[in-house]
Nanobody, 115 residues
């Protein structure tokens, strides 16, 4: 069983920045992909960014040019750098990753952006 533990969430004012971390109990360099999703109040969970094992990245239109996903293989950790945050970015952010055909999810970390 692979453990993914998110951290770095919190309360931030609009325009601010946060870095989310996703620490994995397995080597992230071998993951097929690592993604960050969020669930905002009253909305369905949406994928905001992912990175593949070839370091290809992809972002939702709502976060493009504001968020950056990357990983540190030495630390077995993936990150989501979030800048220019706005209240619509509020939600629980989840990390997920896949190794082979198995996919794992973390418990999530709350991000709240005040106006």
């Amino acid at each position: 069983q692979v453990q993914l533990v998110e951290s770095g969430g919190g309360l931030v004012q609009a325009g601010g920045s946060l870095r989310l971390s996703c620490a994995a109990s397995r080597s992230v360099s071998g993951a097929n992909y690592i993604g960050w999703s969020r669930q905002s109040p009253g909305k369905r969970r949406e994928l905001v960014a992912y990175i593949t094992n070839s370091d290809t990245t992809n972002y939702a239109e709502t976060v493009k040019d504001r968020f950056i996903i990357f990983r540190d293989n030495a630390k077995n950790t993936a990150y989501l750098d979030m800048t220019k945050l706005n209240p619509e970015d509020t939600g629980v952010y989840y990390c997920n990753a896949a190794w082979g055909t198995r996919e794992y999810w973390g418990q999530g970390t709350q991000v709240t952006v005040s106006s």
